[in-house]
């Protein structure tokens, strides 16, 4: 009969402690090996590190610089310079005599020692009284019958403001229509019909005059989708009292 011998509890002692000297030995030379590893990459390429870090610094620096000193300064100039040709455009909208026109004309060009929205423009590139000046000059040329200029400065207006962009649009469609290219005049009062969103209105005028320059331009089709609209949305506007008549020349 054969006899089971008794492992000796201090040999499976000894056995797993060295075991897990063995181990951790592994453990540290893999850690040695990586930091070997490490150092040579970095001293290969210390420089180049070196030089990405020193590129970041510098970026931020400038950047920072930049916004401090010259651009907040900058826009803070051009913020003061504004008002005055401001004045002379809110002068000229609420004025109903002739006067309108040489006070659209001070508020694009100066006076009294004042920079006018052009020279804004040229002068403040970048900040946002020079972008607002674009939208001002727009109109001011469009109320000179100025249309090209009309539409070449309202065309450099940025805005998030979807009235203000509306607006903008508009004006640039007006302007082409009063150039008779219709063509591009409906395009931008569709345009413009994107940024209205669900103003009560804005959004009925722009139908409307989409609804003519369609009608104008024989797109019966499309003229009849831009007065339903009025009638559907709009019940209460301006524009559809006169809706049914609207209808009734594109049937």
Same mark, same amino acid.
């Given at each position: 009969?054969?006899?089971?011998?008794?492992?000796?509890?201090?040999?499976?002692?000894?056995?797993?402690?060295?075991?897990?000297?063995?181990?951790?030995?592994?453990?540290?030379?893999?850690?040695?090996?990586?930091?070997?590893?490490?150092?040579?990459?970095?001293?290969?390429?210390?420089?180049?590190?070196?030089?990405?870090?020193?590129?970041?610094?510098?970026?931020?620096?400038?950047?920072?610089?930049?916004?401090?000193?010259?651009?907040?300064?900058?826009?803070?100039?051009?913020?003061?310079?504004?008002? $005055?040709?401001?004045?002379? #455009?809110? @002068?000229?909208?609420?004025? %109903? =005599?002739?006067?309108?026109?040489?006070?659209?004309? !001070? *508020?694009?060009?100066?006076?009294?020692?004042?920079?006018?929205?052009?020279?804004?423009?040229?002068?403040?590139?970048?900040?946002?009284?020079?972008?607002?000046?674009?939208?001002?000059?727009?109109?001011?040329?469009?109320?000179?019958?100025?249309?090209?200029?009309?539409?070449?400065?309202?065309?450099?207006?940025?805005?998030?403001?979807?009235?203000?962009?509306?607006?903008?649009?508009? $004006?640039?469609?007006?302007? #082409?229509? @009063?150039?008779?290219?219709? %063509? =591009?005049?409906?395009?931008?009062?569709?345009?413009? !019909? *994107?940024?209205?969103?669900?103003?009560?209105?804005?959004?009925?005028?722009?139908?409307?005059?989409?609804?003519?320059?369609?009608?104008?331009?024989?797109?019966?089709?499309?003229?009849?989708?831009?007065?339903?609209?009025?009638?559907?949305?709009?019940?209460?506007?301006?524009?559809?009292?006169?809706?049914?008549?609207?209808?009734?020349?594109?049937?």
């Amino acid at each position: 009969m054969a006899t089971y011998k008794k492992r000796s509890k201090r040999n499976i002692s000894k056995s797993n402690s060295n075991a897990n000297l063995s181990s951790t030995k592994q453990v540290f030379e893999t850690l040695d090996e990586g930091a070997s590893k490490t150092e040579i990459f970095v001293s290969k390429y210390q420089k180049y590190l070196i030089g990405a870090i020193s590129f970041l610094v510098l970026v931020f620096v400038l950047f920072f610089g930049y916004n401090k000193f010259i651009l907040e300064p900058k826009v803070n100039e051009a913020n003061l310079e504004i008002f $005055t040709a401001q004045k002379y #455009f809110n @002068q000229a909208v609420n004025t %109903d =005599d002739d006067s309108s026109d040489s006070l659209f004309q !001070l *508020s694009l060009e100066g006076a009294d020692g004042k920079f006018g929205f052009i020279d804004i423009i040229e002068n403040y590139s970048g900040t946002p009284a020079a972008n607002l000046s674009s939208y001002y000059s727009g109109i001011a040329y469009f109320n000179l019958d100025k249309y090209d200029l009309a539409i070449k400065y309202l065309n450099d207006f940025n805005s998030n403001d979807q009235i203000l962009s509306a607006l903008s649009l508009s $004006t640039i469609g007006d302007s #082409f229509i @009063q150039l008779d290219q219709l %063509d =591009d005049g409906l395009n931008y009062y569709e345009k413009a !019909l *994107s940024e209205a969103s669900e103003n009560t209105f804005i959004k009925p005028l722009l139908l409307m005059k989409s609804g003519n320059v369609a009608l104008e331009l024989n797109k019966k089709s499309k003229a009849r989708k831009f007065f339903q609209e009025i009638k559907d949305d709009y019940p209460d506007s301006q524009q559809a009292s006169e809706i049914e008549i609207k209808l009734a020349q594109v049937d």
